[in-house]
């Protein structure tokens, strides 16, 4: 570990040598690693790392912010606009059923005291592609009918790095995170996904189908930018 002073606080970070050609630095969920080509001295690093310091701390403060999800802990989750109340209670059977504004999570009394908040994680995380899954049906179907396509079936998954997909068989599939987000970015992506059953690319006459039907691109995706680390649980 080597330390790094950045307006008098000192981060440390983690130094790997290796053959490589340039140095680089790589923030991940707070912490620093720096890689560097065998023969470089230590002062280059240092100068380096002094040059790019800004950068380094909005990434350390991003990063940390994105392992913090606080929704569980919180007792609270989103749904779109809404934010559900939590309860927790134990019964016979695991089950997940939402009341208006509050959700409630049973957990099995079987279910082993170390493992209760990883099966309430899983619970609530299958709840939310249930939810996806009748939400972008709906949501496809209407666009399609609009544009006069047809997709052959709709996938949800938690993909860490893509909110939806085309695939050219006219599967299309969306991130059960969109249902974090509001209404409006998440019928965005089902727009796009459908747009796709079109033009599989993103081609000038791709995005002038999209813009025809969505006046909101460019908020939509810097949402989405902008508040990713938000919709995890
Ligand atoms: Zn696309």
């Known amino acids: 570990m080597s330390g790094l002073q950045i307006n008098e606080e000192l981060y440390n970070y983690t130094l790997h040598y290796s053959k490589r050609r340039s140095l680089a630095i790589q923030v991940k969920a707070g912490k620093v690693i720096v890689?560097?080509?065998?023969?470089?001295?230590?002062?280059?690093?240092?100068?380096?790392?002094?040059?790019?310091?800004?950068?380094?701390?909005?990434?350390?403060?991003?990063?940390?912010?994105?392992?913090?999800?606080?929704?569980?802990?919180?007792k609270r989750i989103p749904l779109f606009e809404t934010i559900l109340q939590l309860d927790i209670q134990q019964g016979r059977k695991s089950s997940v059923q939402q009341h208006q504004d509050r959700l409630i999570v049973t957990i099995s009394s079987r279910v082993n005291s170390e493992r209760v908040n990883l099966v309430q994680q899983q619970l609530i995380i299958n709840w939310y592609k249930q939810q996806a899954l009748d939400w972008f049906t709906i949501r496809v179907q209407y666009w399609q009918q609009l544009l006069k396509v047809q997709a052959t079936e709709i996938i949800i998954g938690?993909?860490?790095?893509?909110?939806g997909y085309c695939r050219s068989d006219g599967r299309l599939g969306f991130n059960w995170r969109l249902l974090m987000a509001p209404t409006w970015v998440a019928d965005y992506v089902a727009l796009h996904e459908v747009c796709h059953l079109r033009y599989l690319n993103h081609s000038s006459q791709y995005w002038q189908l999209v813009r025809k039907h969505c006046a909101d691109i460019e908020q939509a995706k810097q949402?989405?930018?902008?508040?990713?680390?938000?919709?995890?649980?």
Do not use: M, Y
Request: proline share 5%.
């Open 35 to 74: 890689r560097a080509p065998l023969t470089l001295p230590k002062t280059k690093i240092t100068d380096f790392l002094q040059q790019k310091q800004q950068w380094i701390l909005n990434k350390i403060q991003s990063t940390a912010r994105l392992t913090t999800p606080c929704w569980l802990a919180e």
């Open 158 to 163: 938690g993909w860490s790095s893509k909110w």
């Open 223 to 233: 949402w989405l930018k902008d508040n990713q680390h938000k919709l995890v649980i």
